[in-house]
């Protein structure tokens, strides 16, 4: 069975810090991988998504992908305590995306 | 746009009622995505429409559970009878693009309906 792994933390980062979240994932033909930020009551919302491996760019994320260790990473560069979230990992399966149970990331001011 | 909108934002019943959310995704969207999402699971796709038809409801936890989406602008799951296992918050999503590998694929997700079954 096709999985997505998060540690469910919660990770503590002081502000102004750089949160690092990670995610592995099972099925080594998986091409297409998602961030998406869960705040407490509200809805998934994306955040970014990288197909090649390496890094991509945007504002203060960046998202980096290896496709040989099987693992996909988010880092928050200069972490605001609005950065206070779930942290969800998907991962795109046959025709549907594999979801992680996501990472509690907890931005302390 | 108004994005994917779901009705009611909350639903407290009793055990053995039925229980009917509905969805009206993106106008244009192709796609939509029924999820349960609860503590202990995390995020459960149940079932996905791709052009008004069912594409897979392996998700569906068991036959209480149905769902259909009778147009591209709405679509509907019931729980009959419900049971307190199935509290949970319920979310619609939409997305435009073809789901295969390498597409870019974005889902927009609804508020959701926190379900409270007593």
């Known amino acids: 069975q096709k999985e997505v792994e998060q540690n469910s933390g919660p990770l503590s980062v002081p502000e102004g810090a750089i949160a690092s979240l990670n995610c592995t994932y099972s099925?080594?033909?998986?091409?297409?991988f998602f961030w998406y930020r869960q705040y407490s009551g509200k809805s998934p919302e994306l955040i970014m998504f990288?197909?090649s491996n390496g890094d991509k760019e945007d504002g203060r994320f960046t998202a980096q992908l290896n496709k040989a260790s099987q693992y996909v990473s988010l880092l928050i560069r200069d972490s605001q305590p609005s950065d206070s979230a779930t942290y969800l990992c998907?991962?795109?399966?046959?025709?549907?995306?594999?979801w992680g149970a996501g990472t509690k990331l907890i931005i302390k001011p | 746009d108004a994005g994917v909108i779901q009705s009611p934002r909350h639903e407290v019943t009793e055990m053995g009622q039925e229980v009917t959310l509905r969805c009206k995704p993106i106008?244009?969207?192709?796609?939509l995505f029924w999820y349960r999402q609860t503590m202990m699971r995390g995020l459960e796709l149940l079932i996905y429409?791709?052009?008004?038809?069912?594409?897979?409801d392996s998700g569906m936890p068991e036959d209480r559970f149905s769902a259909k989406m009778p147009n591209a602008s709405f679509s509907t799951l019931k729980i009959q009878p419900s049971e307190p296992r199935d509290s949970a918050v319920y979310f619609c999503?939409?997305?435009?693009?073809?789901?295969?590998?390498?597409?870019?694929?974005?889902?927009?997700f609804g508020p959701g309906t926190r379900l409270l079954v007593l």
């Open positions: 999503a939409s997305s435009a693009v073809t789901l295969k590998q390498g597409g870019q694929e974005t889902q927009y």
């Open positions: 106008s244009g969207h192709d796609y």
């Open positions: 429409f791709n052009n008004n038809v069912p594409i897979d």
């Open positions: 099925d080594r033909g998986s091409q297409s």
């Open positions: 990288i197909y």
């Open positions: 998907a991962v795109m399966g046959n025709y549907q995306l594999i």
